[in-house]
């Protein structure tokens, strides 16, 4: 499966889902003009990645902010990989958060109460 490989501006996040380099990270801001249109690409690769992923899959998210708009979105892609996970393979879920930043740390923590995965928050 091709890798799905989005740069980062100064409002959306860096996305890389790279099954053949296990590596699959969302970081940085996430204040786009339109949430739908961005995260629509990420949603439709978690679809099809579903249906033959690796035996261990690691999801970093890595935001420093993300707006209520994202808020929904980040969630849908919890629930991808929650029918990841329902289906047998291993998800872990990686959230990392700025030591100071309390809205972050309670958002991973909101997050992880939704979904059943395994759901480690990080600060650094």
């Known amino acids: 499966m091709e890798a799905l490989d989005i740069r980062a501006t100064n409002d959306t996040p860096k996305v890389l889902l790279d099954p053949d380099n296990d590596v699959f990270e969302i970081s940085g801001r ?13 949603l ?13 899959t690691e999801f ?17 892609i919890l629930i ?4 990841i996970s329902e289906a047998g393979n291993k ?3 990686i959230w990392y958060y700025e030591e100071d930043d309390e809205d972050m740390l309670d958002l991973g923590e909101e997050f992880s ?8 928050i990080i600060g650094y």
């Open 113 to 120: 109460e939704n979904v059943d995965i395994p759901f480690d």
């Open 80 to 83: 991808k990989l929650e029918e």
């Open 30 to 42: 996430s204040l786009p003009e339109d949430v739908i249109s961005f995260y629509q690409p990420v």
């Open 91 to 93: 998800v872990q879920v």
């Open 60 to 76: 970093v998210f890595k935001y420093i902010y993300f707006n209520t708009a994202t808020s929904k979105l980040v969630q849908d």
């Open 44 to 56: 439709d690769w978690l679809e099809d990645y579903k249906d033959s992923p690796n035996d261990y």
